[in-house]
């Protein structure tokens, strides 16, 4: 149980378009999802924290008309990067947390590899 | 400001020899602690959390890790290391157990295990 898909797994794109990643809970709800960016050799950034029916909440430094999140559901979370360039390349992964549970376990998705040419 | 540092990048056992790997904490207030696992092409998964009960904490795959205040360490072990744990292993913290704390992680660990 428990498991959490993300879609598509890899993505190339040109330089100014826009690219949506979906994130999905297969067998649970998840009021809460969150965000990560992985840069090659690096930590899980978080980036945002979305909770379904509401906006998301962004972490320092992470631009909300960049990465734009929407939790319309309880078992859906999509990150859409809006013009995206080069420097957004990176490994994207979402998590999603239990709905009702007491603890802060979250169940990551398998990441999405964006790349921008 | 929460952080973890994990020492060592790579890490290589031979198979059936114990497994270490090392994560020490930063936190101005009591730590909650986790080990997750990431194995090619897949996402993370939970191998074990400390949230202030018992310090020896056992997981899953025969992995534990010990909580250790003076140290500000939570290490990870398993006595016999299998092919099977070849991955990569992130060490987390976060401030308390409950509701929407997020978590703080290491660089990782790459754990390469020779035949």
């Known amino acids: 149980g428990a498991v959490v898909s993300q879609h598509p797994s890899r993505v190339i794109c040109k330089s100014g378009t826009s690219v949506k990643i979906e994130c999905r809970s297969l067998?649970?709800?998840?009021?809460?999802m969150f965000w990560y960016r992985q840069f090659p050799k690096q930590s899980l950034m978080l980036m945002a924290t979305?909770?379904?029916?509401?906006?998301?909440?962004?972490e320092q430094g992470v631009e909300k008309d960049k990465f734009l999140i929407n939790h319309a559901s309880l078992t859906l979370s999509t990150l859409t990067v809006t013009s995206a360039h080069p420097e957004d390349s990176s490994f994207y992964i979402c998590?999603?947390?239990?709905?009702?549970?007491?603890?802060?376990?979250?169940?990551f998705g398998p990441g999405t590899r964006l790349t921008v040419l | 400001a929460q952080s973890v540092t994990q020492l060592g990048s790579h890490v290589s056992v031979s198979e059936g020899a114990l497994v270490l790997l090392r994560c020490n904490y930063s936190?101005?207030?009591?730590?909650?602690l986790f080990w997750y696992v990431q194995y090619p092409n897949q996402g993370l998964q939970l191998l074990l959390k400390?949230?202030?009960?018992?310090?020896l904490v056992k997981g899953i795959n025969g992995f534990e890790a010990e909580f250790k205040k003076s140290e500000t360490s939570f290490h990870l072990t398993k006595p016999s290391a299998h092919m099977s744990d070849a991955a990569e292993y992130f060490c987390?913290?976060?401030?308390?157990?409950?509701?929407?704390?997020?978590?703080?992680f290491g660089t990782g660990t790459r754990l390469t295990i020779i035949p």
């Open positions: 998590s999603a947390r239990l709905a009702g549970s007491s603890y802060n376990e979250q169940f």
């Open positions: 067998d649970f709800q998840a009021t809460t």
């Open positions: 979305s909770n379904e029916g509401s906006k998301a909440t962004y």
């Open positions: 936190s101005s207030v009591p730590p909650y």
């Open positions: 400390y949230t202030s009960a018992a310090t």
């Open positions: 987390a913290v976060s401030r308390s157990n409950f509701g929407n704390e997020k978590l703080t």
